[in-house]
């Protein structure tokens, strides 16, 4: 398994834009896929998008679809999520999750998560 710690969270305006960073360690990081959930107060946790070890291929829930972006450097075991655009509604606290299966969407199918990481969107 890899060991994963986000970073980047903060307050931000509505309409701007953060990044999101998420440092995995271990030797075979790059042959994961790595996903980026989300949970608010008082709200399931929630898929927000992934992408595949090999970064052919991303994922998106169609609530961030068009304003977020997933990649990964495998040289430096990192999955990044740029989110621009930001809404009220993206305030959560965010998890970066890794997984062997392709392109999961649901979180039952990742085993190694973050600690999270705080994103308040201001009106």
């Known amino acids: 398994q890899v060991q994963l710690v986000e970073s980047g969270g903060g307050l931000v305006q509505a309409g701007g834009s953060l990044r999101l960073s998420c440092a995995a360690s271990g030797r075979t990081f790059s042959t994961y896929t790595m996903g980026w959930f989300r949970q608010a107060p008082g709200k399931e946790r929630e898929f927000v998008a992934c992408?595949?070890?090999?970064?052919?291929?991303?994922h998106y829930s169609d609530s961030v679809k068009g304003r977020f972006t997933i990649s990964r450097d495998n040289a430096e075991n990192t999955v990044y999520l740029q989110m621009n655009s930001l809404k009220p509604e993206d305030t959560a606290v965010y998890f970066c999750?890794?997984?062997?299966?392709?392109?999961?969407?649901?979180?039952?199918?990742?085993?190694?998560w973050g600690q999270g990481t705080q994103v308040t969107v201001s009106s």
């Open positions: 999750a890794a997984t062997k299966f392709t392109l999961a969407t649901t979180q039952r199918f990742y085993y190694s």
């Open positions: 992408i595949s070890w090999s970064d052919d291929n991303t």
